[in-house]
């Protein structure tokens, strides 16, 4: 009887909050593409459309650009801060709070004085004009340059994630090894090279892919600096289609074309991981950054 | 939740009238801070009639998705909706004929263009709610004589490049920026590539090199921002950009308005704004011919102006900053014209949009950008009342 | 002292100076912005130090209409998200720790809900809310759920590594001592993770607060912080925006600052 009540209780524990996922998620995410379907009766006509766009396959490009250029920039900073936080810990709470400072702020407000500082008449062309400069079109449509703006910008908000999860990874290196590579004459270059990168590879691996997807997804960061139009990624093409012009089939699709992309990406990373051999369980921890 | 659930149970348990009242439900696409002050008239019109009114606040696009769903379902709940003025031609046959008797209202309270937009086949299904039109803004400190014809225009974007923009984003904003100029040249959007359209196109393409290089991102409020700002200096908007530039101290100091540029064929501005209609689901047609009838006195008309800042009326009854502030919008009053309404137009205007952007931004030839959308855009079953009184 | 380590006390000397200008500088600008009046921040070229101060916005934000709305709504919306996912995090966090299968099929589902795009599920939810009469409402019911389920992944992870910690024999003492299976949750497990669900709480509500995207989708016009600060921003309204900004960040930075060392724990994964 008792029995009965605990597995009652721990049916009902678990699949409460997934009945509620799937509520929010899952049949948003299936009645998406059953309309995506639809085009005046079932049909594939919204992704032809989508297919033959060439402003989705720029938008397509510009997605795989920012997420690259983004991953790398943010993760060189992001294993520098952690190295230098592990380094001077405890030391300096000024650099540990201004290391964390941007991404504390919300999303929004730092886009928003992102966009105050890159603006033509901004303050980064301010005080390039302060020092005798001309100043650039930051977030000029369609230039390399906005692109540019949105890898940076993106970098500067979400590398304290990253400095966070290496951060996390470095305290779980011993210090015996570093004291053994010392006394081998390894110099600081060789001791990162050697130990410490090697060691942080499950860590590395977490923030990568939490990252990865994350940067795949950008949205309001493009929005905001550039509008839907002028560094056009995946997500703010779907909105552009769906919000200015009411074609909501059509966003649909597209939309769920960027699901997939992310699926598949995601499912092809999580399984080279299998195979080489780590733990699918030490992964879990990118869930709650 | 439960809570809240008994609460509501009690609440409609007691307030339930045992005699039915009047009530008229509304969906109008008001922002939280207008629909105070439109609640105000609401309460008048309230006292005057006995018909109890709820006002829902919805955004444009939204309230169109809700008129088809309650047409296709054959009921509905509201007896009144605000419809954007470019979706007119879609909402047609959702809506319901009204009662000659509503133009027996003071035609001089809109212009004849826009009573002329809401008919189609001579009867009348949309009422003009809020209406306005666009002029060009400019910084009359750095433009002391702004442009009065294309020739000044190109002159000036010669003169000065990047202070001239248009607001380019993939948006209806676009095409209230382009088709005057197509109107202008004596073509139309209905006619990708007419003589006229064309030439309207070539010129704005020689213009292009020379606008702003956010043009392509830019709507209402960016290029108003980047106006304030004095990143530009000549740009085209509707009358809020006034009312921004004044509270911002810009304006009449820095920023005046003035006519649109006169091109080779005349003069024209676009009409935009909001426009009532009674859904054919409509629970209580008759009590929203009433409140369209109360709407349509001068009396309210002019609340409209002063309590929410609407332009209906413009220009009566202004004080002399107001008169200074919109004397570009004024003299084109009597300039204004219509999108085309059909069924299809935003599928239209979107196919338009894709080729500006091409035309202006990437350099495609007009013809070229145009010529895969003529054969469609002409077929289409436009509705004549728009046109412009020759 | 080698030439190496020379380079090396430098290079981080260098570093942390431009960590502190890059973490600093935004908030600088922000709270200038915010204090300064609109003109001061549209001149050009711009100005770096405040000539003259006021408070108007913040006042505004506090005080007066649509910004105070907004900022209810979206307190609310927060609220109800950071119950909603701190109760079924907790339920989920506990099912996970005590059974493998639980573990496994949670992961999975968790994992899942962190690679949606937004966009995929705000669109297709607009459509779902509106036929439920939840969509734009001026409480935000239909964003609040959905914002419950986005921190629901943080939240469960946070609780489960809690109740890990917690040794099972305890449980099946209490079991042989005829205590039910709620009771022993309730009375035995929850009171040693309270601190655990106090972050699970904290951090879904700020979650929520900062959310942008779906808030953005479904809530047009009756419109929580976020959205709003967007619409202000792009539409010119610098103090606004600002002033919007500062009130909606610096609660959050008190919070975040004075939990530092729990979230850090939280956000590096190891509660």
Known sequence: MKNRRGRLLNLCFLWLPLAYLAAQFAFPLASGLVMSLNAGGPSFANYSFVLHDRLFWHACSNNLIVAGLSLCLEFSLGLLFALLLHATRGRSLLVEISVLLPFLIPEIVFLSIARYILLPRGYLNGALLSVGLDGLGWLNPGSWLALLSVIVVDAWHVTPVVTLLLLGGLQTIPSELYEAAYLDGAGPVARLRYVTVPLLRPALFAALLLRGVDALRIFSTVLVLTGAEGAPVLSTYAYQLWSDALEPQIAMAASVMLALFIAALAAVVLGLRRRSGGRAETSWEYLTA | MCVALAFGLIAGGCGAPHVPRRSLTVAMALLPGEAIRYRKILADFESVSGTEVQLVTETYGDILHLLEAESRAGRGRFDLVELDIATLGQARNDVRELAPSILAADRKLFPETAWRVGMMANQLYFVPHRIMWQAMIYNRLKVPKPPTNWEELANFVHAHPGKLAIKGALYEGTLCDVAPFIWEAGGAMEQPTSTDTLTALDFLAGLAPGLNPRSAVFREMSVLEAQARGEVWIHFNWPFAMTYLRDKGLAPSVNLSAPIPLGPKGRATVLGGGYLAIPRSAPNPDDAQLFLRFLLTSDVQQRLVTDLGWQNTLPTRWNQQATLLYAGFSQMRAYLRARPEVQDYQVLSNRWQRALAAILFEGTPAVVALKPLTAWAESLPYEESARPAS | ?271
């Open chain 3, 1 to 271: 002292m080698t030439i190496e380590n020379r380079l090396l006390v430098f290079c981080r000397k260098a570093l942390s100076a431009f960590v502190v200008t890059a973490g600093v500088i935004p908030l600088y600008l922000l709270t200038k912005q915010a204090l300064t009046p609109e003109l001061q921040s549209f001149a050009w070229p711009p100005v770096w130090f405040p000539k003259s101060l006021t408070l108007t916005y913040v006042k505004d934000v506090i005080a007066s209409g649509e910004l105070r709305t907004s900022l209810i709504l979206s307190a609310r919306v927060a609220i109800t998200a950071a119950l909603a996912a701190t109760v079924l995090g907790t339920m989920l966090g506990y099912a996970m720790a005590r059974h493998t299968r639980a573990r496994a099929l949670g992961l999975s589902a968790l994992t899942a809900t962190r690679l949606l795009p937004m966009i995929a599920a705000a669109m297709p939810l607009a459509t779902i809310l509106i036929t439920l009469g939840l969509y734009d409402t001026p409480g935000g019911v239909g964003l609040a759920l959905v914002h419950g389920a986005l921190a629901l992944p943080a939240a469960a992870i946070l609780l489960f590594s809690a109740f890990v910690k917690i040794p099972i024999e305890l449980e099946q003492a209490a079991y042989l001592d005829g205590a039910s299976p709620l009771s022993i949750f309730l009375r035995l497990n929850l009171p040693q993770v309270r601190g655990a669900v106090a972050g699970a709480f904290v951090l879904s509500f700020l979650v929520s607060w900062d959310e942008f995207g779906f808030a953005l989708l479904l809530q047009p016009t009756n419109r929580t912080l976020p959205p709003l600060i967007y619409y202000y921003t792009v539409f010119g309204d610098t103090g606004a925006a600002s002033a919007l900004a500062l009130v909606s960040a610096v609660p959050v930075l008190i919070a975040l600052v004075a939990l530092r060392p729990v979230l850090l724990r939280g956000l590096s994964g190891r509660g």
